[in-house]
């Protein structure tokens, strides 16, 4: 599997692989609807891509199966989605991933990554504390925005979290 930045023309392709890493919430409690909710419009994935924040896993015949859309914030890396598509789920692909998106902040000299998830659903938030990501019990006011956003569009705010994972903390499991 080749991870590498992503394309210009990779943008239009990136909707389907998050739609299908979706259908995982058609079996998690209350948040079946996630399966068929909104994705990230392909001009923002266009956007991002255009400030190099955007990774694609590849296999060898060139089919993308998954990718991390990031955003340089202050001095972290603040991680927007991390998508598999599910017909390569549980491979290791996110853990690369999140491994090249790691390996951008150390090179930019950013001092940590940091996203939002669920607290409750076992491919979000115990996943991410097992690569050291760490929940944060007061987020700060950025990150409360994105809750306070994420709460806007329906995400139960009971059970969405802030996490960060400071440089010099990663642990990639294969």
Avoid at 8 to 17: E, K, Q, S
Avoid at 46 to 73: C, K, N, P
Wanted: charged share 15%; proline share 5%.
């Amino acid at each position: 599997m080749l991870i590498r930045p992503a394309r210009l023309t990779d943008a239009a392709d990136l909707p389907a692989i998050e739609k299908s890493a979706a259908q995982l919430y058609s079996g998690a409690a209350g948040l079946a609807w996630l399966a068929d909710g909104p994705l990230i419009a392909q001009a923002a994935h266009e956007s991002r891509i255009l400030q190099q924040s955007v990774w694609v896993a590849e296999t060898d015949e060139g089919v993308l199966t998954g990718f991390i859309s990031t955003e340089i914030v202050d001095t972290e890396l603040h991680i927007w989605e991390l998508s598999v598509h599910m017909d390569w789920q549980r491979r290791g692909i996110g853990g690369l991933l999140m491994a090249s998106a790691y390996q951008h902040a150390l090179a930019q000299g950013l001092s940590a990554l940091t996203l939002t998830t669920f607290s409750d659903v076992a491919w979000c938030a115990p996943a991410y504390a097992r690569l050291g990501f760490q929940q944060l019990l007061q987020p700060g006011q950025r990150l409360q925005e994105t809750l306070d956003a994420e709460a806007l569009h329906g995400l139960p705010p009971g059970r969405r979290i802030a996490m960060r994972l400071p440089m010099g903390m990663f642990t990639q499991r294969h």
